[in-house]
């Protein structure tokens, strides 16, 4: 299945990427590699992810990267034969990301 990543989800691992770069001189590639995998897991097993639902996100699928302590918030689009990733969130945050 094809994984696409919103505008949003972009922004938000860019920001992660830097940050974690800049934060985290031991292992600096972890964030990236940890990605990646995700990604790819994503790519083969649409449906690894906890489902829930939120008021404004609607269904959603929650991927953790248990390494660097983001979720990947993502729902599968049957239709279009696409992950859609959604936001990139940290597990310290409390709450669904918003969709904006």
């Known amino acids: 299945m094809r994984v696409r990543t919103f505008s949003r989800a972009r922004r938000d691992i860019t920001a ?7 934060n985290r ?3 600096p590639q972890l964030f990236e590699e940890e990605l990646t995998a995700a990604l790819q897991q994503l790519q083969e ?3 690894s992810g ?3 639902r939120d008021p404004r996100l609607g269904e959603f699928r929650r991927l953790p990267l248990l390494q660097t302590r983001y979720h990947l ?3 599968v689009n049957q239709r279009k034969d696409q992950v859609e ?4 969130w940290h597990m310290s945050r409390h709450g669904v990301p918003s969709p904006r």
Do not use: E, H, I
């Not at 992660?16 to 800049?22: F, Q, S, Y």
């Not at 990733?85 to 990139?88: D, G, T």
């Open 16 to 22: 992660a990427a830097a940050w974690w770069k800049t």
């Open 25 to 27: 001189p031991a292992a």
């Open 45 to 47: 097993l649409p449906l």
């Open 50 to 52: 906890r489902s829930g």
């Open 73 to 75: 918030y993502y729902r």
């Open 85 to 88: 990733v959604l936001r990139l």
